[in-house]
């Protein structure tokens, strides 16, 4: 059993930064591959990044490529979305997710058995 609790979330004004951070529990962590996701309001969840449990392989959507960077620190069983030039479509709930047991392309949210409650990203113009 894996409990993510995300933090780092708020305001902030377009071409800002913001890093946002999944804190895991449980001993496994290491094991597990790390995702995060966004949801903004009336739109489907959606794929943002991915991390490998060794940070060897990491995936981002096409929409925050060059923007955003996955990292993991597994001895603080931590991951971390950091964003920079943030944009209003950026404002979203983002979630983090772990998976073990179903991962296979590290972008479908259906590959992760757990998730966090989401922190609030709110972008301004």
């Known amino acids: 059993q894996v409990q993510l609790v995300e933090s780092g979330g708020g305001l902030v004004q377009a071409g800002g930064s913001l890093r946002v951070s999944c804190a895991a529990s449980?001993?496994?962590?290491?094991?597990?591959?790390m995702g995060w996701f966004r949801q903004a309001p009336g739109k489907e969840r959606e794929f943002v990044a991915a991390?490998?449990?060794?940070?060897?392989?990491?995936y981002y959507s096409d929409s925050v490529k060059g923007r955003f960077t996955i990292s993991r620190d597994n001895a603080k069983n931590t991951v971390y979305l950091q964003m920079n030039s943030l944009k209003p479509e950026d404002t979203a709930v983002y979630y983090c997710?772990?998976?073990?047991?179903?991962?296979?392309?590290?972008?479908?949210?259906?590959?992760?058995?757990?998730w966090g409650q989401g922190t609030q990203v709110t972008v301004s113009s």
């Open positions: 991390i490998s449990w060794s940070a060897g392989n990491v």
């Open positions: 449980g001993r496994t962590f290491v094991h597990y591959a």
């Open positions: 997710a772990a998976g073990v047991q179903s991962i296979v392309t590290m972008r479908g949210l259906g590959e992760y058995e757990y």
